[in-house]
């Protein structure tokens, strides 16, 4: 009789562990499922696509820059100033614009003690003429855009880009007398950057460009040592950051 009657308060208990389960299970879906929506960006899960769209839309617009630039290799001259653009987007993926800069540039402090061991002439070396200023037009695509998450108040987009283009140059060469012969060159350019999003009207650019022209020296000929080294083309390697300021376009 002991037995039968422990086995019913053993059902009744398991069937009521059963109910208050499925209660609790019941009453816990709808938490669960705000969780996952608040997750997702938003308690509608309307607002997904919102945040797959992650590229601010460049068709129609124009962007001006204003960018610190330095030379990064620095061996025999060196240089650093500030390089500006304006470029009109026809679409996300492709802008046209112009450009140019101007640096304070000189030779570095190896060369003192290269032109002490050539008085009064050209040392035997090539890559002499310093980068003084420049301007020309750009094409520039942007095949890569994505968006950095750090809190669903702050969602920064960001793309990567290429650009290339091509102008004039103005270029120096110090004299072994003291004095500097100018040349202009024509002057082509590729670079690769990174744009970071404060809004679709402000943004902070990081780029990497090289500024390339055949070599003035090749045409020199006076005040220069004997056995002169001539490259077929000198090239400036410059770092560039600053900001970018976006105009008018589509909403």
């Known amino acids: 009789m002991t037995t039968r009657k422990n086995q019913t308060l053993g059902a009744e208990r398991r069937r009521s562990l059963r109910a208050a389960t499925a209660l609790a299970s019941l009453l816990a879906l709808p938490l669960l499922e705000s969780q996952a929506l608040a997750l997702q960006g ?39 100033g500030v390089y500006a653009g304006v470029q009109y987007s026809f679409s996300d993926l492709l802008a046209v614009g112009v450009s140019g800069g101007y640096l304070f540039s000189s030779e570095t402090s190896i060369m003192d003690e290269v032109r002490a061991n050539f008085p009064g002439q050209e040392p035997p070396l090539s890559d002499l003429y310093q980068f003084n200023w420049t301007g020309g037009a750009d094409i520039m695509l942007v095949p890569i855009y994505g968006k950095m998450s750090f809190a669903s108040e702050f969602d920064p987009a960001f793309d990567l880009y290429l650009v290339g283009g091509g102008g004039v140059a103005g270029t120096k060469r110090k004299l072994g007398d003291g004095g500097s012969r100018s040349k202009i060159a024509p002057v082509f350019n590729i670079g690769i950057g990174l744009r970071f999003y404060f809004s679709k009207l402000l943004a902070f650019r990081l780029e990497f460009r090289d500024f390339f022209y055949p070599d003035p020296g090749s045409s020199d000929e006076e005040n220069q040592a004997p056995g002169t080294e001539v490259s077929g083309m000198t090239t400036h390697l ?11 376009g589509e909403e």
Request: cysteine-free.
């Open 42 to 80: 938003g308690e509608d899960p309307a607002l997904l696509p919102v945040l797959v769209d992650k590229r601010f839309g460049g068709k129609g617009r124009v962007q001006t820059s204003l960018m610190f630039s330095t030379e990064m290799v620095t061996k025999f001259v060196e240089g650093l």
């Open 238 to 248: 410059h770092f560039q950051a600053g900001l970018q300021f976006t105009f008018g």
